[in-house]
């Protein structure tokens, strides 16, 4: 079965630091993963998807994420974080080819201070 | 043009009652989940339907029931509802295949007292 774990419950930065969020997942076979990002009292929203091709990805709002396979790890990162970035990030796999169990993490919550 | 939209946003209920919460699609999309997230913000799959078949069912005890009228609707019924059933509840879209990944609708926030 596939799993997914984020090593950081709670990440407090100061504007302009630099970000990075670690997710390493457990699945054997071909994934997809995803980064979402849900802002204090709205929905997920996708920031941005790893299928195939280039391990960096780069997403909205200036993430970026590296698939590192040997590693199982799909790190999320931003150089610059900026106070409206303050909001729950999850990392999710589902088994490439079928999209019947999207599997999240629990979730690490980023609080930027202006 | 909201592209999953659920209905209601909010749902105060006392325990034992029985509710449901409607979801829709537009983007037509062949498979709808129900997720539910707690207090700790766990976000965990219920149910998963493609093309009104339902998929997965993660052991979600039966006074919750799914129904898929048509592939752009998925709604959830829960029976006899406890202090425990107090999360929020998203439903969510996806294309069957590719990987692509999933829409989730607004939320609806269930509180049980």
């Known amino acids: 079965a596939q799993s997914v774990s984020q090593h950081n419950h709670h990440v407090i930065l100061s504007e302009a630091a630099s970000l990075e969020l670690g997710c390493n997942y457990s699945?054997?076979?071909?994934?997809?993963l995803f980064w979402y990002v849900q802002y204090p009292g709205q929905h997920l929203q996708l920031l941005l998807k790893?299928?195939?091709?280039?391990?960096l990805v780069k997403g909205i709002k200036g993430f970026e994420a590296e698939f590192i396979k040997s590693k199982f790890s799909f790190n999320l990162r931003k150089p610059s974080v900026q106070w409206s970035d303050t909001a729950e990030y999850f990392c999710?796999?589902?088994?490439?080819?079928?999209?019947?169990?999207?599997?999240f993490g629990k979730g690490t919550l980023l609080t930027v201070n202006p | 043009d909201t592209a999953v939209s659920q209905t209601p946003k909010y749902l105060v209920t006392q325990m034992g009652n029985d509710k449901s919460i409607k979801c829709e699609q537009n983007?037509?999309?062949?498979?709808m989940y129900w997720y539910k997230q707690d207090s700790k913000k766990f976000l965990k799959i219920m149910f998963s339907?493609?093309?009104?078949?339902?998929?997965i069912n993660e052991t979600v005890p039966n006074r919750f029931s799914p129904k898929s009228p048509d592939k752009a609707h998925l709604n959830l019924h829960i029976n006899s509802l406890e202090l425990g059933d107090s999360a929020v509840y998203f439903c969510?879209?996806?294309?069957?295949?590719?990987?692509?990944?999933?829409?989730f609708g607004q939320g609806t926030r269930l509180t049980v007292v």
């Open positions: 339907y493609n093309n009104k078949e339902l998929i």
């Open positions: 983007l037509g999309h062949d498979t």
């Open positions: 699945y054997g076979g071909t994934v997809n």
């Open positions: 969510a879209s996806s294309q069957r295949e590719g990987g692509t990944e999933a829409f």
């Open positions: 999710a796999v589902n088994s490439g080819g079928s999209n019947y169990k999207l599997t």
């Open positions: 790893y299928f195939s091709g280039d391990p």
